[in-house]
């Protein structure tokens, strides 16, 4: 490990009964830390003041609205002490070892501006929630190793297209101006982070040794604590892919990936008609709508800062799709049969976006 110590930021929103678990956990690793910083993004429980009272060496930063995870983030890289910064989400409890193996990652690789750890999930620690991400063709993020034995990881560093959030570690030196996008609340917040960072020509990593135990997620939107999607959750995870669509994908690209972005929207919608998801699909369409001329300065602004063309690192692969979105019979066999489509198709095209990518190489 370098020998600056990292600060150690933990992102809470409502997150008391995690906080009773991981804040020890942490804890115990503090000599590891310049110092361990709760930005708290609006809580109404109590846990701030649970910290303030038994935790009072960790400074708390509060934020004056809720305003999601990224923006969280992104008041954490401007107060932290120290350039090297390992952010977790408040229901992560950080492992032995973890701290170490980042930072040597971060180390060993100047050209990377981030590395991430390998989540187990806290109720099955043998059993990788994800280590590393890459991203989709179609808009969204690959979590890799999902679901797999913890022994199936490989040891080491590797390079990554994606960054999964819930715990990872940037170098504030090698960010540049690069920050989270505000106008994400929650999900996509992360993916459209490490595109781009990998754009702008920085590395990503995962490492595997890195390890974390993570526990039921954010209040009132995670899968695993609701059993289902919430109408909130539908409308980020629309709302957001579009705007990474937006955003990112430059012209040439939308145009060869257009018939299976049409796929795609055409069954989505589908699915919002079949689940009673209607209302968050309009409320994503209209949110679009609203803010087409911001997102159209946007887009400017990333496709000119480009150094890495986005068809680099595009991957295909089945739709990363939880299970819970396909609740029936009827409904899992759509998504097989999607996915048989999806994959030809990039088989199809990947040699066309290669190519363009060559060429857009040798013109600058």
Same mark, same amino acid.
């Given at each position: 490990?370098? %020998?600056?110590?990292?600060?150690?930021?933990?992102?809470?929103?409502?997150?008391?009964?995690?906080?009773?678990?991981?804040?020890?956990?942490?804890?115990?690793?503090?000599?590891?830390?310049?110092?361990?910083?709760?930005?708290?993004?609006?809580?109404?429980?109590?846990?701030?003041?649970?910290?303030?009272?038994?935790?009072?060496?960790?400074?708390?930063?509060?934020?004056?609205?809720?305003?999601?995870?990224?923006?969280?983030?992104?008041?954490?890289?401007?107060?932290?002490?120290?350039?090297?910064?390992?952010?977790?989400?408040?229901?992560?409890?950080?492992?032995?070892?973890?701290?170490?193996?980042?930072?040597?990652?971060?180390?060993?690789?100047?050209?990377?501006?981030?590395?991430?750890?390998?989540?187990?999930?806290?109720?099955?620690?043998?059993?990788?929630?994800?280590?590393?991400?890459?991203?989709?063709?179609?808009?969204?993020?690959?979590?890799?190793?999902?679901?797999?034995?913890?022994?199936?990881?490989?040891?080491?560093?590797?390079?990554?297209?994606?960054?999964?959030?819930?715990?990872?570690?940037?170098?504030?030196?090698?960010?540049?101006?690069?920050?989270?996008?505000?106008?994400?609340?929650?999900?996509?917040?992360?993916?459209?982070?490490?595109? !781009?960072?990998?754009?702008?020509?920085? @590395?990503?990593?995962?490492?595997?040794?890195?390890?974390?135990?993570?526990?039921?997620? !954010?209040?009132?939107?995670?899968?695993?604590?609701?059993?289902?999607?919430?109408?909130?959750?539908?409308?980020?995870?629309?709302?957001?892919?579009?705007?990474?669509?937006?955003?990112?994908?430059?012209?040439? !690209?939308?145009?060869?990936?257009?018939?299976?972005?049409?796929?795609?929207?055409?069954?989505?919608?589908?699915?919002?008609?079949?689940?009673?998801?209607?209302?968050?699909?309009?409320?994503?369409? @209209?949110?679009?709508?609203?803010?087409?001329?911001?997102?159209?300065?946007?887009?400017? %602004?990333?496709?000119?800062?480009?150094?890495?063309?986005?068809?680099?690192?595009?991957?295909? %692969?089945?739709?990363?799709?939880?299970?819970?979105? @396909?609740? !029936?019979?009827?409904?899992?066999?759509?998504?097989?049969?999607?996915?048989?489509?999806?994959?030809?198709?990039?088989?199809?095209?990947?040699?066309?976006?290669?190519?363009?990518?060559?060429?857009?190489?040798?013109?600058?």
């Amino acid at each position: 490990m370098s %020998g600056a110590r990292p600060s150690l930021c933990i992102v809470n929103y409502n997150g008391a009964r995690h906080l009773r678990r991981s804040l020890p956990a942490a804890w115990r690793l503090r000599d590891r830390f310049a110092e361990i910083l709760l930005v708290d993004d609006a809580s109404t429980d109590d846990g701030p003041a649970w910290v303030a009272a038994h935790y009072p060496e960790v400074r708390i930063l509060r934020q004056p609205e809720n305003r999601g995870p990224g923006a969280a983030r992104n008041a954490g890289i401007a107060a932290a002490v120290s350039d090297r910064i390992l952010f977790i989400d408040n229901d992560v409890s950080l492992q032995p070892g973890c701290v170490e193996a980042l930072s040597a990652a971060l180390d060993a690789h100047p050209e990377a501006a981030a590395a991430q750890a390998t989540v187990l999930y806290a109720d099955r620690p043998e059993i990788v929630q994800y280590s590393g991400a890459s991203a989709h063709y179609l808009g969204m993020m690959i979590p890799e190793f999902t679901d797999r034995s913890i022994a199936e990881v490989p040891a080491g560093v590797r390079g990554c297209g994606s960054l999964v959030t819930c715990c990872f570690m940037v170098d504030r030196r090698r960010l540049g101006d690069v920050r989270f996008d505000e106008d994400i609340f929650i999900y996509f917040d992360d993916h459209e982070f490490g595109l !781009t960072l990998r754009e702008r020509g920085h @590395a990503l990593l995962a490492v595997g040794e890195a390890r974390v135990l993570h526990g039921e997620g !954010t209040e009132g939107m995670s899968i695993r604590a609701l059993g289902t999607y919430s109408e909130r959750r539908v409308f980020q995870t629309i709302r957001n892919r579009w705007l990474v669509l937006a955003k990112h994908y430059p012209g040439g !690209t939308l145009a060869v990936l257009a018939p299976a972005l049409l796929l795609f929207e055409t069954a989505q919608f589908a699915m919002a008609l079949r689940r009673g998801w209607l209302g968050p699909w309009r409320r994503a369409v @209209a949110w679009i709508w609203r803010h087409r001329r911001a997102l159209a300065r946007k887009r400017g %602004g990333t496709l000119a800062r480009q150094r890495v063309p986005l068809a680099r690192l595009l991957q295909g %692969g089945p739709l990363p799709l939880r299970p819970e979105v @396909a609740a !029936t019979g009827f409904e899992r066999w759509l998504i097989r049969g999607l996915d048989r489509i999806f994959a030809a198709y990039w088989r199809l095209v990947a040699p066309l976006l290669s190519a363009s990518s060559a060429s857009s190489r040798s013109n600058h």
